[in-house]
């Protein structure tokens, strides 16, 4: 047998599999983006025509509200909020190295190789 077909075989396999996980992909995304559409429209629908006496909104309004919300909101960077992990994940890295450095020194094996 040549093993040049079944490493193509497998690879065409694999390129399908890629390409389905990516459609799904796509599809999941584009339901939860109406999901989400749904969502802002119930919501506001509901809440603000009661409370504020606004106008009731369509689907693709509601939308325009999720991806005006997405540009006020995520367009401008946060440099706290990552600088923030950051710092926490550097801390516990230093703790967690200085208690094995310790667990190290204290440990009965090395104790013993002293005493010899």
Do not use: Y
């Amino acid at each position: 047998m040549d093993h040049t077909s079944h490493l193509h075989c497998f690879s065409g396999r694999r390129i399908a599999a890629i390409i389905g996980m990516v459609l799904v992909g796509i599809l999941l995304a584009a339901a939860l983006g109406l999901l989400l559409g749904f969502i802002v429209m119930w919501l506001w629908n509901w809440l603000m025509p009661t409370i504020f006496g606004l106008p009731v909104i369509s689907f693709w309004q509601a939308w325009g509200l999720v991806v005006l919300t997405h540009i006020f909101f995520k367009s401008f960077p946060h440099h706290s909020k990552h600088h923030h992990d950051n710092h926490w994940k550097e801390h516990f890295r230093r703790k967690f190295h200085e208690h094995q450095e310790q667990r190290i020194e204290t440990s009965p094996e090395n104790s013993q190789e002293n005493e010899e």
